[in-house]
């Protein structure tokens, strides 16, 4: 869904929707150490709707949505910071 550029770290918030029952799983997938987590996967009722927020990616960090429903719609915000490496 969306992948941190090269000398910048993100602030990621979405929100999901869709009038049809839908599954979603979120991962993230961390550059520094090498790992991918899957945060959750929560199924939600027909016309429910999903908002999330707080993710900071570091540059080449993503985050991973899954869903398999047609219908499924989403809003993303994405601020960039320039990368300041903790010491």
């Known amino acids: 869904m969306h992948v941190a550029p090269s000398g910048y770290s993100c602030a990621v918030t979405f929100r999901f929707n869709n009038p049809a029952a839908y599954d979603i799983t979120l991962s993230l997938t961390r550059v520094s150490p ?34 398999l429903t047609a219908g499924t719609v989403y809003f993303t915000t994405v601020n960039n910071f320039p990368y300041k490496p903790t010491p």
């Open 34 to 67: 090498a790992s991918t987590q899957q945060v959750y996967s929560i199924t939600l009722d027909a016309g429910d709707t999903v908002e999330d927020s707080g993710y900071f990616l570091a540059p080449g960090d993503r985050i991973i949505i899954d869903t």
